[in-house]
């Protein structure tokens, strides 16, 4: 039999740093990645035949649970229909029909592939529509890997940011102001600085790429007026939230309603699919109607859609959040009760069915106070759990995932697993 090791050391021969993107390969918590085999409900197999209780739901798509057999099914169905054909399909209408219908302020959706394509053509479709070029995000906030929003803050609050990635030229992010999360008086100011250069503001508005942090009560709502004052686009990067942090995302959880959304995870139930979405009038400025050129090859590929819409029939049957949401608070109050009970400084929080683990006495409320939580707790509870047959995301900066799948026997079994992980700590 193979083993973890062996699978990782003949990996990292072909393919940099053993894997196809970077938090996978546990740099932040050491040790050596499972390479999964098989993955069925709540649980995956690595190839040494070790089963886990999964928190990654592949970063947030797998909200059915694994291999549910209704996804397979039409995926094979679609399958064997063919795999891409490069002209238009009716399932694409159903799909943009099923998000119009579920996201308020979504009248007109184009596919992509990845939630960074979706994220990248909604700004550029910002820009166009009004024909500005300054941007605003917020540290912490992930928004996937294109040039732009590689960006880390500047020195000062109002200076432009600087690039986070090698092989992001300067002049491709001076564009980009990089601003506080949750923190409203930085956005106003910048707006007063520039009060006709904002194109847009991209927020997650619930964070899920530095561990989970909710906007504030006011947050969200004060970045609307400031957009409207100002004519600029507010976007809600709902890449991660979007049918996960509730069956309307964060923007029917809150009732502030973005001018443009960006989609990806969920609505592909595991397969690669983005979307970005919003008013007509704005949506209207994308080639082939307007300027603004976005164009895929494999867009709305066929059995991609296929995964995602019998994902969105799924979730929004009767009862899925209410179900999913009431096994996310058995678990997170179980594990705030194990912490406590082994005397450990330990928060967490969660939104529909997704949560964050934080090694802080309160929880967090922007990026700065994230890395000022005991990362070193985290990382020695994340193998702890790993032993324990339980996979967490492997860095105290992500957020964690539960599926349908997650019954009542695999939670107690997680704090169990917690229990015995809290005592090692303490
Ligand atoms: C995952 C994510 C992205 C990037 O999506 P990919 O499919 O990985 O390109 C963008 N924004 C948010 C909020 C995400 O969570």
Known sequence: MTTNQALFDRACLTIPGGVNSPVRAFKSVGGTPRFIAKAEGAYMWDAEGNRFIDYLGSWGPAIVGHAHPEVVEAVQEAAARGLSYGAPTEAEILLAEKITQLLAPVEKVRLVSSGTEATMSAIRLARGATNRNKIIKFEGCYHGHSDSLLVKAGSGL??????????????????????????????????????????????????????????????????????????????FDEVMTGFRAGPRGVQGITGIMPDLITLGKVIGGGMPVGAFGGRADIMEHIAPLGAVYQAGTLSGNPVSVAAGLKTLEIITRDGFYEQLTAQMEKMITGLVEEAKKAGVTFSADFAGGMFGLYFTEKVPTNFAEVSASDQDAFNQFFHHMLAHGVHLAPSGFEAGFISAAHNDEVIEETLQAARASFQKLA
């Open 158 to 235: 109002l200076t432009f940011g600087n690039p986070s990635s090698a092989g992001v030229p300067e002049e491709f992010v001076k564009h980009t102001l990089v601003l506080e999360f949750n923190n409203l008086d930085s956005v106003r100011a910048a707006f007063e600085a520039h009060p006709e250069d904002i194109a847009c503001i991209i927020v997650e508005p619930y964070a899920g790429n530095m561990n989970l942090i909710k906007a504030k009560a006011g947050f969200l709502e004060g970045l609307r007026s400031l957009c409207d004052e100002y004519g600029a686009l507010l976007i």
